[in-house]
């Protein structure tokens, strides 16, 4: 096992590496600078330009900057962002926290739905409660979230003046009016994110637990005496599961780098919509450092996710 | 209008006759910005105009919490780094000039104790010294005073090519010193008619020297207050989360009685801009909103019945359309549009005439950007209303036919004119922007009347506003015929704008294309005006050679001028908030207030 982990985490140092290496490259070579604003700005002279490019190393060969941003990152440096001059890690530290609350608020929400309703929904396939349920699961992921998140708003913020529609991580209130704000500001996020992820899952759980249930050891344990509850619960859901284990903890990495779209659209001040913000004014090193950690994460779930899959099922052993 | 002309139409607003408004929006109409024309009032000895800026609250602090919406947030506290106007804003809570531009144009002291001019003894006659006596008694939030040091510090701070500040360009040429505790003294290299650059605006805010002083030059990123400004403005810093979040709270020891207004400022960023308008106009979430690029027909939906307005402002941006004066098709030493080259159509001026008049203005304001454009005939910053008699736009498509067909331009089968084998076929290009694709559309189905063909050609606006070398697509190699985007007028002085037209301007290659004279345009006589504006000291003068200088222009189909674009702003319906097009939003913060 230790073996396995070993050389797992070994293998994932060149993927790394190569990753790193087209996304540095693909960013170097895309058109536009950090300072494209100053361009444009007949105020300020074209040396100042040129001093920043040069005190950001921005002048360098790509190779030379590749391997400075290696050995920097190596080092736990994670540099610092053009525009705001601030190091990235302090950047992403601020945001994370939200990113997580609310990421990891409507992946849970998510997974509320998805559960009982898929189950149920295997255990009485073509029910009126499963045509519904599909019904709505088929609605629910062929909406994208900046379209359902704009319909949200203009229900909720503007028709019917309920929610306020721009997020706010700081809101100077304590106590149960600090619980009430971040409630009232959190939920259409939450919801539109949550109920996006949760009609996905809610086939996926659906199809899983349907495989499982015609099996016959399920009838084994029902022609045995035991109670409907018990053999759903016990026998059926535990082995179906695994599958649905392994895509959540795919999903992990997502929670880590925001949603990019639905940050924009409510204003949650995540990772994601740092991303974007990055993206949009050529702020390479923030967008190394957020992809690079993404693709990190990404390598490092999958290694759990296959060591829970031998954990889950004995039947797969890894070597 | 004429010298003579100008002289005496001053002498009127001196014997009371014409006032000080009346002058300036004469002055406007006549190409000038608002605030050159209070600069010659100024000059010429009529007494500056005190702002009168209104205020109803009659004690400090009460207000409860302002919030404010930028859909860029500020990335940067600091104004010597602020690349944008999110930047400049966010810095400007806290940090201060000692002058601000109202928005006619006029200085308003913040940090100074008096605006200097001739005759206060505080603008020397030769142009080459300004002495700026600074307000006493004004504190940095620690408790420090605020003192002559501090400002020469920031031209030290600014000025030194290793800070790399963004503010360079303004320091760099001239040279602060101090006279006294609360008196400085900035010195030009020559005779300069614009004196009030360094130290006022958004490029004139003051930063307190006892946190800054061992942070300049190659360490300035390393300061500590970057993130956490020490000020001296109305608000105090609480919090900074770059891109999404500016708190401040009320600077209980603001140097100006019963001001601020407003407990706390919350400063949100990101999103976009027309949701950043329903935030304001519509549900009334927040207060202000900044830079509002929507549609008028959205704001104009939002408006009804909403809880706030658009407040719409005339600067002196412009959206036009250039003319290419080179050839865009062939290369030469490596590059196109090349100075060593002509444009085989557009050098024929019966071309560039007929082009004139094929833009249909009205039609452009009116279909796509309502009070956000406005149709001009002038490069220089002038509203319809005044627009110049030597200035006038029309649209004609039959003139436009004969002058082409008087100069020998010939309609072939195809509907298209030609000349000596050669097409009038034009490429025209602008960035992917919608209503810019609509005038495009406009544009390009007038010139097809007239037989011109046009291609219309739009690129992605990162890549068109880059200044990437590599990229053949900027607006700065304009390798096309013809283009069209607006050209911004950050200063309200119109040299460094109208220094766009002269001929060592000119982009190329050898300067990476950093030059700011697009069209390529080489006139000897525009060249000689734009160098006696520069050492002009006679504002009546300097005054007669801008206008000189747009009527060139115009005459030339050099550009041509399509809608100036004014400043929008949201703005909650019973917030008090003036904007000024000369300055940054907040310009005037500490008198914002809210009525009942």
Same mark, same amino acid.
């Given at each position: 096992?230790?073996?396995y ?6 293998i994932s140092?060149p ?16 058109p ?20 920043l ?7 360098d ?8 941003w290696? !050995? ?21 530290m601020?945001?994370l926290?939200?990113?997580?609350f ?10 509320l739905?998805?559960?009982p309703?898929g ?7 073509y029910?009126?409660?499963?045509q519904i ?5 088929? $609605?629910?992921?062929?909406l994208?979230?900046?379209?359902t ?6 229900? @909720? ?5 309920w929610?306020p529609? $721009?997020?706010?991580a ?7 009016r ?11 996020? $939450? ?28 009838n084994?344990?029902? &022609? ?6 018990v ?7 535990r082995n ?25 659209? @409510? ?8 991303l974007?913000?990055a993206?949009? &004014? ?10 690079f950690?993404?693709s990190?994460?990404?390598? @490092?779930?999958?290694?759990? !996710? ?6 889950l ?7 | ?7 005496d ?13 009346? /002058? ?20 010429? =000895? ?9 205020y ?12 404010v919406l ?18 400049q ?5 806290? +940090?201060?000039?000692?002058a601000?531009?109202?928005?006619? #144009? ?10 200097p ?18 307000k ?17 510090? %920031?031209w ?8 790399a500040?963004?503010?360079? =360009?303004?320091?760099k040429?001239v ?7 609360h008196?400085?003294?900035v ?13 006022? #605006? ?7 020297k ?12 390393e300061a ?6 020490v ?13 999404d979040?500016v ?15 407003f ?19 519509q ?6 909103a ?20 658009a ?7 412009i ?6 004066n ?13 100075i060593?080259?002509k ?5 024929d ?12 203005r ?15 005939a ?17 649209l ?16 072939g ?20 922007n ?9 544009v ?13 050609k ?5 890549? +068109? ?23 911004t ?23 990476k294309?950093?030059?700011? %004279? ?7 006589? +525009?060249?000689?005006? /734009?160098r ?10 300097r ?6 200088? %747009?009527?060139?222009?115009i005459q030339?189909v050099?550009?041509i ?5 004014p ?8 917030? *008090?908030?003036?904007?000024s ?7 005037n913060?500490? *008198? ?5």
């Amino acid at each position: 096992m230790s073996k396995y982990l070993v050389r797992r985490l070994l293998i994932s140092i060149p993927a790394l590496l190569g990753i790193s290496l087209v996304l540095f490259t693909v960013l170097a070579l895309a058109p536009g600078d950090p300072f494209e604003e100053l361009a444009t700005n007949p105020n300020v002279p074209a040396e100042v330009r040129a001093n920043l490019r040069t005190q950001f190393g921005l002048d360098d060969p790509i190779a030379v900057r590749y391997v400075r941003w290696v !050995a920097a990152m190596a080092k736990g440096d994670w540099g610092f962002s053009f525009t705001s001059r601030v190091d990235v890690s302090t950047l992403i530290m601020q945001r994370l926290p939200t990113t997580l609350f609310v990421l990891g608020t409507a992946q849970l929400l998510g997974l509320l739905v998805a559960l009982p309703v898929g189950i149920y929904s295997a255990v009485r396939p073509y029910s009126i409660f499963d045509q519904i349920a599909t019904t709505f699961a088929f $609605i629910g992921f062929s909406l994208p979230t900046f379209f359902t998140g704009l319909l949200f708003i203009l229900l @909720f913020s503007i028709y019917l003046d309920w929610l306020p529609f $721009i997020y706010r991580a700081d809101i100077s209130a304590t106590g149960w009016r600090w619980m009430w704000e971040m409630a009232r500001q959190a939920i259409m996020p $939450i919801a539109v994110l949550g109920l996006f992820q949760g009609a996905s899952m809610t086939r996926f759980v659906r199809s899983a637990v349907l495989e499982v249930v015609q099996l016959d050891y399920v009838n084994t344990a029902r &022609s045995k005496g035991l109670s409907e509850r018990v053999t759903i619960l016990k026998h059926v859901v535990r082995n179906a599961l695994i599958p649905v284990v392994t895509l959540v903890a795919l999903q992990i990495p997502g929670i880590f780098t925001g949603a990019v779209i639905t940050e924009q659209i @409510f204003r949650v001040p995540g990772i994601g919509s740092l991303l974007i913000s990055a993206i949009l &004014s050529n702020d390479t090193p923030v967008i190394m450092s957020i992809t690079f950690v993404f693709s990190a994460l990404v390598v @490092f779930f999958n290694l759990i !996710a296959d060591v829970v899959y031998g954990w889950l099922d004995p039947r797969i052993s890894l070597r | 209008m004429d010298e003579q002309e100008l002289r005496d139409v001053i002498a009127e607003v001196k014997a009371g006759r014409l006032s000080r408004r009346g /002058f300036v929006q004469m002055m406007v109409g006549l190409g000038l910005t608002a605030p050159l024309a209070a600069q010659m009032l100024a000059s010429a =000895g009529v007494a500056q105009a005190q702002t009168k800026l209104a205020y109803k609250p009659t004690k400090r602090g009460g207000g409860g919490a302002l919030k404010v919406l930028w859909w860029q947030g500020s990335t940067l506290l600091n104004p010597h780094f602020a690349v944008g106007t999110k930047d400049q804003d966010g810095s400007r809570i806290f +940090y201060e000039p000692l002058a601000s531009w109202d928005p006619d #144009g006029n200085l308003v002291p913040v940090l100074a104790a008096e605006i200097p001019s001739v005759q206060n003894g505080g603008l020397a006659k030769d142009g080459k010294s300004v002495t700026w006596k600074l307000k006493k008694g004004v504190q940095w939030h620690d408790g420090k005073p605020f003192t002559a040091d501090d400002v020469v510090f %920031n031209w030290e701070f600014a000025a030194d090519p290793a800070t790399a500040s963004v503010t360079s =360009g303004t320091y760099k040429d001239v040279k602060a010193q101090k006279i006294d505790s609360h008196t400085i003294k900035v010195s030009f290299a020559k005779p300069t008619p614009f004196w009030a650059d360094p130290f006022v #605006g958004v490029r004139g805010m003051i930063i307190p020297k006892h946190l800054f002083e061992a942070f300049k030059g190659g360490k300035s990123r390393e300061a500590p207050a970057n993130l956490k400004p020490v000020g001296t403005g109305p608000y105090k810093f609480v919090d900074f989360k770059p891109g999404d979040m500016v708190k401040a709270e009320i600077n209980p020891n603001y140097h100006v009685a019963n001001r601020p207004f407003f407990d706390t400022l919350e400063m949100k960023g990101g999103g976009d801009a027309i949701s950043a308008a329903r935030a304001v106009i519509q549900t009334g979430e927040f207060d202000y909103a900044w830079n509002m690029q929507v549609e008028d027909e959205i704001l104009k939906r939002l408006e009804q019945g909403g809880k706030g307005r658009a407040d719409i402002l005339l600067g002196g941006n412009i959206e036009h359309i250039q003319l290419n004066n080179t050839d865009p098709w062939t290369e030469v030493d490596g590059e196109r549009s090349s100075i060593k080259t002509k444009h085989p159509l557009l050098t024929d001026p019966a071309v560039r005439q007929a082009l004139n008049l094929l833009v249909d203005r009205a039609s452009v304001q009116e279909n796509i950007y309502g009070r956000t454009g406005i149709a001009t005939a002038n490069f220089l910053n002038a509203p319809p209303r005044f627009v110049s008699k030597n200035t006038k736009w029309e649209l004609n498509i039959d003139k436009a036919n004969q002058i082409l067909e008087a100069a020998g331009w010939k309609k072939g089968a195809d509907g298209i004119r030609a000349k000596d084998g050669k097409k009038l076929k034009l490429v025209y290009q602008t960035s992917i922007n919608s209503p810019r694709q609509k005038n495009q559309a406009i544009v390009k189905q007038a010139a097809a009347k007239a037989g011109i063909d046009m291609e219309l050609k739009s690129v992605t606006a990162s890549v +068109y506003f880059s200044s990437d070398v590599a990229n053949p697509d900027t607006y700065t190699k304009f390798y096309t015929d013809i283009q069209m985007y607006t050209t911004t007028m950050t200063q309200p002085d119109p040299e460094l704008f109208m220094n766009q037209f002269t001929s060592w301007e000119v982009a190329s290659k050898d300067n990476k294309w950093q030059g700011r %004279n697009i069209t390529r345009w080489k006139n000897e006589e +525009y060249d000689k005006l /734009f160098r006696a504006a520069e050492s002009e000291m006679d504002p009546v003068k300097r005054a007669a050679l801008f206008i000189k200088m %747009n009527d060139l222009v115009i005459q030339h189909v050099v550009v041509i001028p399509v809608v100036a674009r004014p400043r929008v702003s949201a703005v909650f319906n019973k917030l *008090h908030a003036p904007p000024s097009p000369w300055d940054s939003d907040f310009w005037n913060l500490s *008198h914002w207030y809210r009525e009942a």
